[in-house]
């Protein structure tokens, strides 16, 4: 049977992606406690239903500390073809879908924030980390996100395939705090730092003159050649090992120059390879 589960931040697209699993057949569940799961699966048993999803987010309060445990059974049930699919958007694209829609997010007594919402991203993390799809909906209509899930759970690609595999990149700042949610995190303060140059410091790294002043250092120039050439020897292992994205983030102090720079090469490298690629500059 399979399974997916559908979780994420608020506001961020889950009740449509559940829409687009309906459609393709799926028995959808919205906010089941996950304890509950096992049950279901077993009465389900002769019902003729192969395909369930389970949207299981934070509402559930405390019955969604019950996930973790929920999904390492799913994980070692041999008769069950389990996935987690973790849906995301920016802060700003959140705070702003929730005031055109004046609903309340969960977390939020009154008004939805930032720190409302990087609240719960810090509740989360450790479900992304284990997630084998991570999409991110800030710049997605919905018709973007149903094209991207049919990409993925449509069957019309061998599992394996280059394509599959979504590396996310991020750019931030050590001084705003290090992202929780990432995989890999590579401090990119070994380059020369533009902010010391009167030109350049109050430009960012999305800048031309920035960005020449970074890739042109040579120090710079060897870890995009060595860092990138490691990503493309382990990224068929991760696949192998049943993870299907990663989230690489590059920081440096202030999280507007050399990691900005560096996050925007990696990204122009890898999908001019026809790797699937997002980026994100947290702290711009």
Not at 140 to 167: M, N, P, Q, R
Request: hydrophobic share 40%; aromatic share 10%; charged share 30%.
């Amino acid at each position: 049977m399979e399974v997916v589960i559908i979780t994420g931040l608020s506001g961020a697209g889950k009740t449509k992606a559940a829409d687009w699993f309906e459609d393709e057949g799926y028995y959808c569940i919205d906010n089941m406690p996950p304890s509950l799961i096992k049950n279901f699966l077993e009465l389900s048993k002769g019902k003729g239903i192969e395909k369930a999803a389970f949207v299981i987010d934070i509402r559930g309060g405390s019955f969604f500390g019950e996930l973790k445990e929920a999904a390492s059974e799913l994980r070692k049930d041999e008769n069950v073809a389990f996935k987690i699919l973790f849906i995301e958007a920016s802060p700003e694209s959140l705070v702003r879908r929730y005031n055109e829609t004046r609903r309340s997010h969960p977390l939020a007594a009154a008004a939805t924030t930032k720190e409302v919402i990087e609240e719960e991203r810090h509740r989360l993390a450790e479900l992304r980390q284990h997630s084998n799809y991570i999409i991110d909906t800030t710049t997605l209509k919905v018709a973007d996100l149903y094209a991207e899930l049919d990409h993925l759970f449509s069957g019309k690609i061998e599992e394996g395939e280059k394509d599959t595999f979504v590396l996310n990149i991020m750019s931030f700042g050590y001084k705003h705090g290090v992202p929780p949610e990432v995989d890999w995190i590579i401090d990119a303060r070994f380059i020369p730092n533009p902010f010391y140059v009167p030109t350049l410091k109050k430009l960012t790294g999305n800048n031309k003159k920035v960005s020449k002043y970074v890739l042109k250092q040579k120090i710079a120039q060897e870890f995009l050649e060595v860092g990138c050439d490691l990503l493309r020897k382990l990224i068929p292992n991760y696949v192998r090992e049943g993870k299907y994205s990663l989230t690489l983030a590059i920081g440096c102090t202030g999280g507007q120059h050399r990691s900005v720079a560096i996050a925007n090469e990696i990204h122009r490298i890898f999908s001019e390879e026809g790797r699937r690629v997002t980026l994100e500059h947290r702290d711009i």
